[in-house]
């Protein structure tokens, strides 16, 4: 699904953020990946979901070496990629449906048949109740819950998760890591960074830890 091979990353003129980088994602894997604040995380999930590109060493997505991977081309990659982030990138002025919706509308504008989609994902993250709701009315655990219904209605292959529970108490914790698990039972290749190790520790996943910009 995604590999990784000596793989270091530093933005210009400054130190390594990671550095030589080793890690094989296999299909229908779930992985947490913890580490303290500025160790990196983020910067591995961008270099996955193509948002960077490595500065040394080589990345493959979906057999693909990513350096072959054209502009043009790019966003049939990102497509079977569903991202979600810690501060949600909801946007407020659109419905809870128009936000889920959003990834498919774009992908498939001429084809209306997606709309039973997004309200079966929306009845399966607990937010049927909320389809009109302005985003900006919602809770911190449910806009947590349509940014992840955002980044699975597409059906992805893998979804990368940065930091998904880092603003919600720990009873919604527990709730969204249920969602990743069954998302992982279904084939999904799952991989989480988090700084909580107790809610990684629980999830039964393959742990990752990333420390001075090394992965153990």
């Known amino acids: 699904m995604a590999r990784l091979d000596g793989v270091g990353f530093a933005y210009e003129g400054s130190r390594n953020v990671l550095n030589d980088v080793s890690l094989n994602l296999t299909a229908g894997s779930f992985h947490f990946l913890t580490g303290a604040s500025g160790a990196g995380k983020s910067t591995l999930l961008d270099l996955l979901s193509l948002n960077a590109r490595p500065t040394a060493g080589r990345i493959s ?31 407020d002025h659109l419905s809870v449906f128009d936000n889920a919706a959003l990834p498919l509308r774009l992908a498939r504008p001429r084809d209306a048949s997606w709309t039973a989609d997004v309200r079966e994902m929306l009845a399966w993250v607990g937010l049927s109740d909320r389809l009109d709701a302005p985003v900006a009315t919602l809770s911190g655990g449910e806009k947590q819950r349509l940014a992840i219904a955002r980044a699975v209605v597409g059906r992805p292959d893998l979804i990368l998760a940065d930091e998904p529970t880092g603003n919600v108490d720990a009873a919604m914790a527990e709730r969204l890591l249920g969602l990743f698990q069954a998302l992982n039972r279904l084939g999904v290749t799952i991989l989480i960074a988090s700084h909580d190790e107790a809610l990684a520790d629980r999830s039964g996943a393959h742990r990752l830890h990333l420390a001075e910009g090394r992965l153990t």
């Open 61 to 91: 997505l979906f057999g693909q070496d990513v350096a072959t991977i054209s502009r043009q081309t790019a966003p049939q990659f990102r497509r079977r990629i569903g991202l979600v982030f810690q501060d949600y990138r909801l946007i």
